[in-house]
């Protein structure tokens, strides 16, 4: 069967606009659901030389609250973790240092971070939020996070952070 080269190509657009933009899950990993956002910014962030937007705010967020209520983590460096703001980045008021309950996600841009080839690649930016595991919003019964900031390795030394602008 010979099949023209505009036949072709009207598949090859056909098929690949059908695929889907966030990354594939494992077998094993949670269903993406919807995460009441509290506070969640209504601006893009930038770190060093890359721009975050809303949607990547809120997916990075999203995965680490819905990773965190499951048991399950991701990379070597198993986020979401608790973060304990060494740095003393001015972070929300409602997020204070030394809480169990403030968490670091790696943020990508179009995604969200999902343990990477070898587990290495979660790059040097990070969303803060508060998610105690299995804390549900009172009206919709969601997972429930509240933002805390943006923040990066970048332009930072000795591996600390620094906030996004």
């Avoid at 098929?15 to 594939?24: D, I, Q």
């Avoid at 670091?104 to 841009?109: D, I, N, V």
Wanted: hydrophobic fraction near 30%; glycine fraction near 10%.
């Amino acid at each position: 069967m010979k099949i023209s080269v505009a036949y072709a190509f009207t598949l090859a657009v056909a098929f690949g606009s059908a695929l889907p933009t966030k990354e594939l899950h494992s077998r094993d990993d949670p269903d993406f659901v919807p995460v009441t956002f509290v506070d969640a910014p209504s601006k893009s962030f930038t770190c060093g030389s890359t721009t975050y937007s809303e949607t990547d705010v809120y997916d990075g967020v999203a995965w680490g609250t819905i990773l965190q209520d499951a048991g399950q983590t991701k990379g070597m460096a198993k986020y979401p973790h608790q973060f304990n703001n060494g740095e003393d980045l001015n972070l929300s008021s409602k997020c204070k240092a030394g809480d169990p309950d403030m968490q670091e996600y790696p943020l990508k841009q179009g995604t969200y971070y999902n343990g990477g080839n070898q587990n290495k690649k979660q790059g040097p930016d990070r969303v803060v939020y508060l998610h105690k595991q299995g804390e549900t919003d009172p009206v919709e019964n969601l997972p429930q996070a509240t933002f805390c900031g943006v923040m990066t390795h970048t332009g930072a030394s000795d591996n600390d952070f620094v906030l996004c602008s």
